[in-house]
C-alpha cells in the first residue's frame, strides 16, 4: 500500500508542475488516478500524430510510470471522448476513423517510451468532453493477475 501511494504522489507531482500551462484536471479515489487533458492538446484540431507541445508534460508523465515498472502494476485506459457520435456513417465517418487511428497513437507513443503494452487499455466514447482521459489504477504486481479458476476444493 505504502508503495501504491508513493507512486500515485509521484505521478501527481508530475502532473502539477504542468497544471498553470495547460488545463489538466486530476483526481484520485483509491489505487485510481485520473488525469484529462484537453485533446486539442495532445493531438490538435484535425491531426492524428501527437502535437510536440503535449510530449513533454506526456513524457513526464509516463517517466513516472517506466520508473515504477516492477515495483507496482500500473494499469492505464487511455480514453479520447468526443463531442461526435462514435462509430456512425457519413461525415462523422472520418471523425471515428480519426478517434480510432488516435488511440492507437496514442498506445504506441506509451509503449515507446517504456510503458507495458499489455497494461494499455486505448479506447474511444463520444461523451461530449474533447478530452483524453488517463485512468492510472495501481496495483500489487504479485495480485494483478485475473485468475478464473476455481478455487481449491480441500478434502
Do not use: C, H
Not at 495532445?42 to 513516472?64: C, H, Q, T, W, Y
Not at 457519413?90 to 471523425?95: L, V
Not at 495501481?138 to 485468475?147: A, C, G, T, Y
Amino acid at each position: 500500500e505504502e508503495q501504491k501511494g508513493r507512486f500515485l504522489k509521484e505521478l501527481k507531482g508530475a502532473t502539477d508542475a504542468a497544471m498553470p500551462l495547460i488545463d489538466v484536471e486530476t483526481s484520485t479515489y483509491g489505487n485510481v488516478m485520473e488525469v484529462r487533458l484537453p485533446l486539442e492538446f495532445v493531438f490538435g484540431a484535425d491531426a492524428s500524430g501527437i502535437r510536440e507541445v503535449s510530449k513533454p508534460f506526456l513524457n513526464r508523465m509516463l517517466s513516472v510510470v517506466a520508473k515504477w515498472k516492477g515495483v507496482v502494476r500500473i494499469d492505464i485506459e487511455a480514453v479520447i471522448s468526443t463531442r461526435r457520435p462514435s462509430f456512425s456513417l457519413g461525415p462523422a465517418q472520418r471523425q471515428n476513423t480519426m478517434q480510432i487511428m488516435q488511440a492507437g497513437t496514442l498506445a504506441r507513443y506509451m509503449t515507446a517510451r517504456g510503458v507495458n503494452r499489455k497494461t494499455i487499455a486505448p479506447a474511444v466514447r463520444a461523451d461530449g468532453r474533447n478530452t483524453i482521459l488517463f485512468a492510472f489504477t495501481v496495483r500489487d504486481p504479485e495480485n494483478s493477475e485475473l485468475n478464473l479458476s476455481p478455487p481449491e476444493q480441500k478434502p
